[in-house]
């Protein structure tokens, strides 16, 4: 699929034929999506570093119809802006509540600024979650509005036992003021920073000392976007707890990550 203008999106029926294409506005599949159960989770698993061993899923939204999977970059931006979010919260919950009921490893779940930022969706996340092993990703452009509201959910979560990741750690402005003011389970060093560890002595010695300085915080810290060997090697070299990407794992359907990894319904 092909974004056209704004919110625009040619959606291609299953037929392919050309009579058969149709284009529909993001908005309409959106729509469509709620109301026929469209969309679903895919699953990535990370590992711990030192022994490679199954760590927790990560949960990626995808939109899925007549065979063809929509991936979050066709839509998530114009989702969060838009009246279908609390629906889509809706469907989250739902979801994520059975999983975690079912799964016997960590689930963490990507959540938006804007939701973040609601006292409504907080309070639903802290008033239904209790006890499940559940992570929530927050990317840190997100606390630049106001650290201190940021604060004080992180903490009311982590009393709920809701652990709290950093998503795409070091493409904020201020990660350092972060670090100081919330106290987080787990960073998530961004991807273009990994890329950089075999070639590029500057980014590797940043991330050897964004790794030191978490762990002197009593944080943990993940490397996402290992695509090879020798960047596996280093980032276990620098001390990562986890390691995630896609030399060890895509996002699978829930499916295909149940028959590879039966750990996770039995353990
Ligand atoms: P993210 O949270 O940073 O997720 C990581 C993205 O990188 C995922 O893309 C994943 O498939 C991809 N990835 C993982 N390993 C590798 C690798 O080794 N190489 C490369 N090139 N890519 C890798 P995906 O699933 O398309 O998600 C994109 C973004 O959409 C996510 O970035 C997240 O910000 C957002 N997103 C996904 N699911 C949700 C959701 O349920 N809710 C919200 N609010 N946002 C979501
Ligand atoms: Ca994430
Ligand atoms: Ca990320
Ligand atoms: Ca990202």
């Known amino acids: 699929a092909k974004r056209g203008g704004a919110g625009e999106f040619r959606f291609f029926a299953s037929h392919m034929e050309l009579k058969a294409q149709e284009i529909i506005s993001l908005d309409q599949l959106l729509e469509k999506a ?5 969309f679903v989770f895919f699953y990535q698993p990370y590992f ?23 991936n979050p970059s066709e839509f998530i931006d114009y989702l969060e802006k838009s009246r279908f979010l609390p629906k889509f919260e809706e ?4 979801e994520i509540e059975e999983k975690a009921r079912r799964f016997r490893v960590p689930i963490s779940v990507n959540v938006s600024g804007r939701s973040f930022s609601r006292r409504g969706f907080v309070e ?18 997100v606390f630049i ?10 903490k009311r979560l982590r009393g709920r036992g809701i652990r709290v990741f950093i998503d795409d750690f ?22 273009s920073f990994i890329q950089g560890v075999v070639e590029k002595k500057r980014d590797r ?5 964004i790794v030191l300085l978490a762990r002197r915080l009593g944080i943990e810290s993940l490397a996402e976007g290992v695509e090879t060997e020798e960047q596996l090697d280093i980032v276990k070299k620098l001390g990562f707890n986890y390691v995630q990407g896609f030399l060890l794992e895509k996002p699978l359907p829930e499916e295909e990550l149940l ?6 319904l039995s353990k």
Do not use: H, Q
Not at 145 to 154: L, M, N
């Open 34 to 38: 709620l109301e026929n159960r469209w």
């Open 48 to 70: 711990r570093a030192e022994d490679l061993r199954l760590a927790g899923l990560e949960a990626l939204v995808r939109i899925k119809v007549d065979g063809k999977i929509y």
């Open 91 to 94: 469907w989250m919950f739902e």
């Open 124 to 141: 639903r996340f802290l008033n239904k979650f209790s006890g499940e092993d559940l992570s929530l990703e927050i990317t840190e452009r």
């Open 145 to 154: 509005e106001d650290v201190g509201y940021a604060s004080d959910v992180i």
């Open 170 to 191: 070091g493409t904020g402005y201020c990660a350092l003021s972060y670090l100081r003011e919330l106290a987080v389970d787990v960073i998530k060093v961004d991807r």
């Open 205 to 209: 010695d940043l991330v050897e000392v």
């Open 259 to 264: 028959s590879k990894y039966p750990e996770i």
